[in-house]
C-alpha cells in the first residue's frame, strides 16, 4: 500500500496479465462444457431413464440403485461440482503459469474420476477398482482446489481484516467444506465397497445421509453465499439482513449435522426454518429500489430467481412430510427433487447466463429466448414431478405414474436448451454478439 492509502498495481507487462487472463478464461469454458456434458448427457439422459424405467414397473423394481447413484453423481459433481470449482479457479487472482497448471490439473483430476465413477456404476466393469479410484482422483481435485484457494485473498478484504470475514464469503466456505467432507465421505465408501465387493451402490440409510450432506451441506450453502454477493446488484435490492442470514446457516448446518447423525425429524424441521428465513434474509420479497440488471440476458430474470427461492421452502416442508409419513420413498423424492431441480438447477440456469459469459469475455448469452424456454420447461417438469411423485408412490393416485415421464420430457428439454445455448456461447464467443449490435460486456458485480 503506498502513502495515499491505495494500493499499488504489480509492475508485471500487460501483454503478460493479459496472456494469464485469456488462459483463466479458456479454462472456465472448459470446466463449464465438461459440466454441460455430465448435466445433458450422464446426468439428465441417464436419470430420464431410470424415470421412464420406474414408471413402467410402477416403483423402482429391477432398477439397479448403482444407476440411481451414477445419474446423482453426474448431476451433483459433474455439473454443480464443476461449475463451482470452475468458478472458484477463475476468481483467484492470476500467479502465473503454476495457478493455471493447477487448475489444469484439477480439471483434469476431477474430470477423470466422475467419468470413471458413472462408467462404474453404469457398466459395472472393474467397478471395485474404479469407485476407489475415481473417489482418489476427485478428492485429490478437491485438496489441490483447496490449496489454490487458501492462498487466495481478496484485494478489497485488505482494509477490512478487523471487521472479520464477510458474510457471503462465510457461507461460501462452509459450502466448500461441506463438498469436501461429502468428498471425504464419498471416498470412504467407495474404499469399503472395494474391499467387501456386493453391490456397487451405498446401502440405503448410509446413502440417505450422503444426500443430506451433499444437498443442505453443500450445494444450498454455496448458492446462499453468490445469492447475497450477487442479487443486491441484479435485483436492485438492498444487502442481506446479517443477523437473519446467520441463523438461517445455523439452523441449516444444524439440521445438516442432526441428518447425518440420523435424527430425520429434527433435521427437516430446521431445514424448513432455515429455507423461510433465508428468503427474509436475502430480502427477495421486499420491493426492489431500481430496475433489475437484465442486460444481455431475458427480461424474466428477476421472476425465476424468486421461483427458485421458494423451492426450497417446499422441499423443507416436503422433506417434514416425508419424515413423519412416507412409506414408499415418494415424498422423498420429491423433496430432494424440489431441492436439486427446482432450487439449485433453476438457480444455474438462471444466473448462469449473467455470469459465465462475463467471466470468459463474452458479451452476452447466445440466445434470450432459449434462456427462458429452458427456464419455463425446467419449471413446469419440476412442478409436474414434485406434485406426482408423491401421489404415484404413495398409491394415492396411480394415474400419477403415467405422468412422471412427462415431467422428465419437460425437464430433459429444458436441461437440453439451457446445455446448447450456453455451448453455443462459448464456442462461438464474441463475434456472435457483435452481429446482434451488443457493445457493452455484462457486469456480474
Known amino acids: 500500500m503506498n502513502t495515499t492509502g491505495q494500493f499499488e498495481i504489480p509492475l508485471v507487462p500487460s501483454a503478460t496479465i493479459a496472456k494469464q487472463e485469456r488462459q483463466k478464461s479458456l479454462m472456465l469454458r472448459a470446466w463449464i462444457l465438461s459440466g454441460l456434458f455430465f448435466m445433458a448427457l450422464p446426468g439428465t439422459l441417464l436419470g430420464f431413464s431410470n424415470l421412464m424405467a420406474i414408471s413402467t414397473n410402477h416403483g423402482l423394481g429391477s432398477l439397479p440403485a448403482a444407476w440411481m447413484e451414477g445419474h446423482g453423481h453426474a448431476q451433483m459433481f459433474g455439473w454443480i461440482g464443476s461449475f463451482i470449482l470452475g468458478i472458484g479457479f477463475y476468481s483467484q487472482p492470476a500467479r502465473g503459469r503454476s495457478a493455471i497448471r493447477v487448475s489444469m490439473s484439477c480439471f483434469v483430476l476431477w474430470t477423470l474420476g466422475v467419468a470413471m465413477r458413472w462408467s462404474g456404476n453404469i457398466y459395472g466393469w472393474h467397478w471395485r477398482i474404479l469407485l476407489p479410484v475415481s473417489a482418489g482422483l476427485e478428492l485429490a481435485g478437491v485438496l489441490l482446489f483447496l490449496s489454490a484457494a487458501s492462498h ?49 451402490s451405498f446401502p440405503h440409510a448410509l446413502d440417505q445421509k450422503y444426500l443430506v450432506l451433499l444437498g443442505w451441506g453443500f450445494v444450498v450453502p454455496v448458492v446462499w453465499g453468490f445469492s447475497a454477493r450477487w442479487l443486491p446488484a441484479f435485483l436492485a435490492i438492498a444487502k442481506p439482513a446479517v443477523g437473519l442470514f446467520r441463523a438461517a446457516l445455523c439452523l441449516d448446518i444444524a439440521g445438516v449435522a442432526f441428518g447425518v447423525a440420523g435424527f430425520a425429524r429434527p433435521a427437516t424441521i430446521l431445514f424448513a426454518l432455515s429455507a423461510a428465513i433465508i428468503c427474509l434474509a436475502l430480502r427477495l420479497t421486499e420491493q426492489p429500489h431500481g430496475h433489475a440488471k437484465t442486460q444481455g440476458i431475458h427480461p424474466s430474470f428477476p421472476t425465476f430467481i424468486r421461483l427458485a427461492y421458494a423451492w426450497p421452502i417446499v422441499a423443507g416442508s416436503m422433506s417434514v412430510w416425508a419424515a413423519f409419513a412416507d412409506v414408499h420413498g415418494g415424498i422423498w423424492g420429491a423433496s430432494r427433487h424440489a431441492l436439486t431441480v427446482g432450487f439449485a438447477a433453476t438457480m444455474v440456469f438462471t444466473i448462469g447466463p449473467r455470469i459465465l459469459p462475463h467471466f470468459a469475455g463474452i458479451y452476452g448469452i447466445f440466445s434470450k429466448r432459449l434462456m427462458f424456454l429452458s427456464l419455463f420447461l425446467l419449471q413446469t417438469g419440476c412442478i409436474v414431478r414434485v406434485t406426482s411423485e408423491p401421489l404415484a408412490y404413495e398409491g394415492l393416485l396411480p394415474f400419477a405414474w403415467k405422468v412422471l415421464p412427462v415431467s422428465g420430457m419437460l425437464e430433459l428439454s429444458g436441461v437440453l436448451l439451457f446445455a446448447t445455448n450456453l455451448a453455443l456461447t462459448f464456442l462461438l464467443g464474441r463475434s456472435a454478439f457483435a452481429a446482434k449490435g451488443l457493445r457493452e460486456p455484462i457486469v456480474a458485480s
Open 152 to 200: 487466495h485473498k481478496l484485494p478489497e478484504q485488505a482494509d477490512k481484516k478487523k471487521q472479520g470475514m464477510e458474510l457471503w464469503m462465510v457461507s461460501v466456505l462452509i459450502g466448500t467444506a461441506g463438498l469436501a467432507l461429502a468428498v471425504i465421505f464419498n471416498f470412504v465408501e467407495c474404499l469399503r465397497l472395494g474391499i467387501q465387493g456386493g453391490l456397487r
